[in-house]
């Protein structure tokens, strides 16, 4: 390919709404263009990097065993109200009417669409396991479409669905697409973490995700994981043994009475008007589960995690609730207290959910719904309301391992993809069993495993940058070279270029000419942004015989000639196929 004819534009700047590293390299060096929030163009260098990882992914999937197929885009509302999803999967799915009124929906994800081709044609045991992909466009109407292609609304995805007999089968399958995965990044070159996750909207038991750990912005969770042993867990789903902690609070309080604790709106100006640990504290929340209040306890020196709550009530959204919101709830229960003297105490027809922090708290602080007064010396049964255990708390940094009690780390990571053992949980309601031999039928064991074609993109050159631009992996690089004569005046340096185009060109190496007529510099900041994992430079020095061979990912430069570099690329980029 000439420079001169490839079709792209590089910018001066980054663009003004780009906020991470991928989405202000991308679009700078010319990859992807805004059509609209969270759409992007995929121009040509971007296509070539997308289809180097579709390629990758389809040829590890099938190496697994596993069948591609290609499903429509759009999605009748029918099988989305027999799998019960119509009314729960909220705004993210993008809903439409046909000219006959029909109701639709742009296919986010397909467990609907597959669990129905499944059950057309798989009938019988004989006729399983079986493990089905695809690689399609999918849509989110995101509710905060950023970080470019890393979270768009249209973006690529390969999602697979595997059929089995029973649970062991599913096991086995879930291990298999593990192993799959590893060598997916592995091949793109990434670095991923496969961590413990929670299962979301889509449901199921058991999830891990592959994450690619960034110290950028755009590493949107949080990853705890262990230095001794093998424990890694998103956030939303991760556990910890707690260090030792003062939570009876006899020596403070011998009583149980109500006080008054004056403007203490924070459990930090309680703790110190008191003056006591925040341990004894027990902090009362309100929360919006799928529109109605719920109230979450945990000893206050520890955070909530809202996916977890939110997994105890059942729900399938969350957030935290307002003033206003709080008053109502007050006010419905016949008291008139303001946030921070909120409490369990009295409250009714509300689910509460205490963390299981609070099963070993006695003698403690909390709040009873009277602005500037707190009980204290409390313990549960004085709190006279139902509550549930559950663990809904949020690992924090220097907790202890789960498995092996030695202090968690934590770091960022980006989701590249996921693997979910999903169950009957579409089988089931969809009526998508198979016979046995003894003709009996059961609901298929299903699991279903993604990948984000676009967003691995992204998150690669998360991985890959440095000030100048991208330095792509060479394995997804839009190219593996450019060329760049210096003068193109210069007879014998364009001859030498050009035969070197050839040459490799010839052998396989995917190649781009600069031909412009632009100074050194310019076409080295260009070569530099978009990435190119070498760049053979011909310049004064070919009078001597060498050229210039420089490596992306080291910045190294070597002194070689012609042929030598011809051969040493041709040998790097063979190994890498
Ligand atoms: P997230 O938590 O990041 O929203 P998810 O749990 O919704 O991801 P899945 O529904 O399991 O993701 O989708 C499978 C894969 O598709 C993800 O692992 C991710 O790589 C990719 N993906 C999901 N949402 C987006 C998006 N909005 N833009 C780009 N890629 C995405
Ligand atoms: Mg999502």
């Known amino acids: 390919m000439k420079m001169s004819k490839l079709f792209v534009q590089t910018l001066r700047e980054f663009p003004s709404d780009a906020e991470v590293v991928s989405h202000k390299m991308l679009a700078r060096a010319g990859y992807i263009r805004k059509l609209t929030s969270g759409v992007y163009n995929y121009l040509p260098l971007m296509w070539r990097v997308l289809k180097k990882i579709e390629n990758i992914v389809r040829e590890e999937m099938d190496n697994a065993g596993a069948q591609e197929l290609l499903m429509p885009f759009v999605q009748p509302k029918e099988l989305w109200e027999e799998s019960g999803r119509w009314e729960v999967y909220g705004r993210e799915l993008m809903r439409l009417k046909d000219r006959h009124d029909r109701e639709m929906c742009l296919g986010p994800t397909h467990e609907e669409i597959i669990t129905s081709i499944a059950r057309d044609g798989l009938k019988s045991y004989k006729q399983l396991p079986v493990n089905l992909y695809q690689i399609q466009s999918k849509f989110r109407d995101e509710v905060r479409p950023r970080y470019g292609l890393l979270r768009g609304r249209e973006f690529i995805m390969k999602d697979a669905y595997s059929f089995d007999v029973d649970e062991a089968g599913l096991d086995r399958e879930y291990e298999n697409m593990a192993q799959a995965y590893k060598k997916i990044f592995e091949r793109c070159g990434l670095e991923t973490k496969m961590v413990q996750s929670d299962s979301g909207a889509i449901g199921g038991s058991v999830s891990h995700e592959f994450m690619v750990i960034t110290d950028t912005d755009a590493g949107e969770n949080d990853v705890f994981y262990c230095n001794c042993c093998d424990y890694s867990a998103n956030s939303n789903h991760a556990v910890s043994n707690l260090p030792e902690a003062l939570v009876d609070g006899k020596e403070y309080f011998n009583e149980t009475k109500i006080i008054d604790t004056p403007n203490t709106h924070s459990i930090e100006e309680l703790s110190k008007f008191l003056n006591i640990p925040d341990t004894l504290i027990l902090k009362s929340l309100v929360y919006i589960v799928d529109k109605k209040p719920v109230i979450a306890l945990i000893r206050a020196d520890k955070a909530v995690e809202e996916t977890k709550l939110m997994n105890a009530i059942g729900g399938i959204d969350i957030r935290i609730a307002s003033s206003a919101e709080i008053a109502e709830l007050m006010a419905n229960n016949g008291f008139d207290a303001i946030p921070g003297f909120i409490g369990p105490k009295g409250m009714k027809n509300i689910p509460i959910i205490a963390d299981e922090t609070v099963r070993s708290m006695k003698n403690f602080v909390v709040g009873i719904n009277q602005t500037d007064k707190h009980m204290v010396g409390a313990n549960i049964s004085d709190l006279e309301s139902e509550f549930e255990y559950a663990d809904i708390r949020l690992v924090q940094r220097g907790e202890l391992c789960p498995q092996c009690g030695k202090p968690l780390s934590v770091t960022k990571g980006i989701e590249v993809g996921n693997i979910f053992k999903l169950g009957t949980k579409y089988s089931k309601p969809m009526n998508a069993v198979y016979t046995d031999i003894n003709g009996k039928t059961h609901p298929y064991v299903m699991g279903c495993y993604g990948i984000g074609i676009s967003r691995t993109a992204a998150a690669a050159v998360e991985a890959h940058y440095d000030e100048h631009g991208i330095k792509w992996p060479i394995a997804i690089a839009p190219y593996h070279v450019v060329i760049v004569p210096v003068n193109i005046k210069d007879e014998l340096?364009?001859?030498?270029?050009?035969?070197?185009?050839?040459?490799?060109?010839?052998?396989?190496?995917?190649?781009?000419?600069?031909?412009?007529?632009?100074?050194?510099?310019?076409?080295?900041?260009?070569?530099?942004?978009?990435?190119?994992?070498?760049?053979?430079?011909?310049?004064?020095?070919?009078?001597?015989?060498?050229?210039?061979?420089?490596?992306?990912?080291?910045?190294?430069?070597?002194?070689l000639t012609p042929d030598e570099a011809t051969q040493k690329l041709i040998n790097i980029i063979k190994a890498v196929k």
């Open 493 to 559: 340096q364009m001859k030498v270029a050009e035969k070197m185009y050839k040459d490799l060109q010839a052998a396989g190496v995917e190649v781009v000419f600069d031909d412009r007529d632009e100074r050194a510099g310019v076409k080295f900041k260009d070569a530099d942004l978009i990435g190119f994992p070498f760049r053979v430079t011909v310049g004064k020095t070919i009078n001597d015989g060498f050229v210039e061979y420089k490596t992306r990912e080291t910045g190294d430069i070597e002194k």
